[in-house]
């Protein structure tokens, strides 16, 4: 926060179009500031109070423009639980379903943490649910909260610590350390905890535009997360022979199981997530009679709930991860699957949207559904030692098991990370274990040739 004391001001400004007619007009460090009122009563009483305070010496801050025994008024009075409200009604109509899901998540396990010392609520069920469900979701802002959550929240609304309390490690660390058990008391994932440890960073980067701390007070802050792994762990992931034990399991079960034979078969031979699947449409895809295919992706299907969704919709249509809304990426596919996707189309058709997968309400494919037929395939198919060791144990390894053949065939890892939709800097973070045996095969291909140009000085003729 910058302070200063080079403030000046201008007379009061009437605007007559304006409902608020009457302006006060002032500067901090070269910076406009202004405030509007209705009568010029209340801009002349507001003026002189903001010249006084300049006449008194106090420094007034740049970005709010406020002198700052207001602005430490301001801090005393606005709360933790205020301002994580306050980001949540200012983001919300920019934000997807899910999002807004995963902020109330992260918001409703901070909130109980940052309340004054001593002070526990006695069913922590209940404010976690009242946090969650109603605070931090303003879709159910139309509505009073119910009874028990009402309790809750005036409870915390009177303990809630002030903004200024967040500047002081102790209390920050306090609020990371929530983020690393579940309501339980059980161990969080790790990949959880920097989820909303990110939220609460970014709450505080408001905070600091807003005023209330010179920057991020996480900034500088020793505190040791849970590590997280995200290295592809090549135990989980199949070959291409395990994969087509699975895939024909898959086939091979009744009901939805034929339907999903392909659907399970875009992840592992065009590497695409889930949503992605879901999402495809005939015209995407290029199906030759011979030859290799092309699927052109763009976007994705994701399962919000209908709580946080503008519409009530439970899922939310979303571009290409990463990427503006108009991207595309085109994938190839080789012509095994090509034959998989061309007789599943003609087996079962598409949806009347042109969706390839469907489920038997000619709705989205769930992912509860195909979960429980692929842990079937997997209990069919896999060896007691395989089951033992993880492999598979997720629709997702598919991607990862893609991904990493085409890797292990030496397709330039530039090209890899193109096609699975993720930047070079992604692939080599969490497919390092294949690289290495992609490097291994790149020095065995440099060492040949520098054998073979030894053999030309010996006087020899290289062969390539």
Known sequence: M???????????????DRRKA???????????????????????????????????????????????????????????YDLAHEYIDQRWDRTPGNTRRTLADAFATITPALVHHGAIYPEPRVLRRALYSWAFNKNA?????????????????RNSLPVGALAEADVLRRALDSLCRKLDGKAAAAKTVRRKRAALSEVLSTAVEKGYFAENPLNGLRWNAPAVSEEVDPAAVPNLAQVARLLAAVAQQRGRGPHLEAFFGC??????????????????CHLPETGWGMLNLSGGVITAGKEWTDDGAVHEVHSLKRRAAT??????????????????????????????????????????????TWAR????????????????KRPYDLRHAGISFWLYSGVDPAECARRAGQSIEVLFRHYAKFLDGVREQANRLIEQSMEEWDRVSLGGAPTG
């Open 2 to 16: 910058a302070m200063s004391y080079n403030v000046r001001f201008w007379d009061i400004r009437e605007r007559p």
């Open 22 to 80: 009457f302006m006060v007009r002032w500067t901090v460090n070269g910076r406009e500031k202004s405030e509007s009122f209705m009568t010029v009563g209340l801009a002349e009483s507001r003026h002189a109070k903001l010249m006084t305070a300049a006449r008194e010496g106090e420094p007034f801050d740049e970005y709010t423009g406020l002198p700052a025994s207001e602005l430490r008024a301001i801090k005393q009075r606005t709360t933790w």
């Open 327 to 372: 991207a595309t990426r085109p994938v190839p596919i080789p012509p095994q699957f090509v034959r998989i996707l061309r007789a599943h189309i003609k087996r079962f058709g598409v949806a009347p949207d042109g969706r390839v997968f469907r489920n038997q309400a000619g709705n989205y494919v769930d992912a509860s559904a195909y979960g429980i």
């Open 377 to 392: 395939a997997r209990k069919y198919v896999l060896t007691r030692t395989e089951l033992a060791s993880g492999l598979a």
């Open 141 to 157: 802002w139309t509505q009073e909260p119910r009874e028990e959550w009402r309790k809750a929240l005036d409870w915390l609304k």
């Open 267 to 284: 992840m592992y031979y065009a590497a695409m997530r889930p949503g992605e699947v879901i999402h495809l449409r005939l015209e995407q």
